[in-house]
């Protein structure tokens, strides 16, 4: 059925990585200014198209690059071609990560008001756009994505939130995707001080767009307080700990932060 949610479910299950790129970055073109259909019983959608794609699992994803315990990624130094690479490659393996956690938000929630799914339309072209990016420039230094290893993390959060909208707008665009916000200044500042200009406006762009895919969280995740009576720091803090959410550690870019609309309140408990 040519609907927005299955579709973002047949490019979510996509496992090669330049398809589903372009497969993304075509559906916003196609869909984001057309009516969202809205499926109840989201589950009985789910796994009905699972079992007659023959798919046992989510995300789609390539065999490479091997995943492995953030701890067992090995360190390499900015000061070399390939340490360079492998780091590029972190970030490209994140904006894949990314592809994907925005394509389930979509198809996994229904009975989202209809901007909801073109917000995060809007976030999973930008991601796949970052990606082709990273991917891109990876390539000038003789590599390609999969060539390291890379860490599941961000989709492990995605995966413990799946049964929870609240949950999911509070601890991965929020919580997650905001660790970027804060540690991309001092990683553009890396790949200057070795002369890589190229990558210091790809990370321009990122973190440019990356704020708003942060609002977007902030905007749902207050959207859902306001709808269920709920205090929004109160609630923040007891998801945080209910789903064992990543202790956030300075230094925190407040300016971006501000920019993606947390309040003073919520920057002062940083």
């Known amino acids: 059925m040519n609907e927005l949610r299955q579709l973002a479910l047949t490019w979510l299950c996509e496992c090669d990585a330049e398809k589903k790129t372009k497969g993304v970055l075509a559906l916003k073109s196609t869909h984001l200014s057309s009516d969202v259909v809205q499926h109840p019983g989201a589950s009985q959608t789910r796994t009905g198209v699972l079992k007659s794609s023959g798919i046992s699992s989510i995300p789609g994803r390539p065999k490479k690059p091997e995943l492995v315990a953030p701890l067992q990624l090995p360190k390499r130094s900015m000061r070399t071609p390939e340490g360079r690479a492998a780091l590029i490659h ?18 996994r929630f229904d009975d989202m008001p209809k901007n909801y799914y073109t917000d995060w339309l809007k976030v999973a072209s930008e991601e796949a756009y970052h990606f082709s990016l990273l991917n891109a420039h990876l390539q000038t230094l003789g590599f390609a994505y999969g060539d390291f290893a890379g860490h599941n993390s961000l989709w492990e959060m995605v995966d413990r939130t799946k049964d929870d909208v609240l949950a999911r707008m509070a601890l991965v665009p929020r919580t997650m995707e905001a660790r970027g916000l804060d540690a991309t200044p001092a990683l553009r500042n890396k790949f200057t001080q070795v002369g890589d200009m190229k990558m210091a406006e790809i990370l321009d762009i990122i973190l440019r767009d990356e704020i708003g895919h942060v609002a977007i969280g902030n905007v749902w995740f207050n959207w859902l307080c306001a709808q269920q009576k709920l205090e929004p720091i109160a609630t923040f803090e007891q998801l945080c700990q209910q789903y064992e959410a990543p202790k956030l550690k300075p230094p925190f870019n407040l300016e971006a932060r501000r920019s993606a609309g947390f309040s003073e309140a ?5």
């Open 90 to 107: 972190a970030l490209a393996h994140i904006e894949f990560n990314a592809i994907n956690l925005a394509l389930d938000a979509i198809w």
């Open 266 to 270: 919520e920057l002062a408990l940083l």
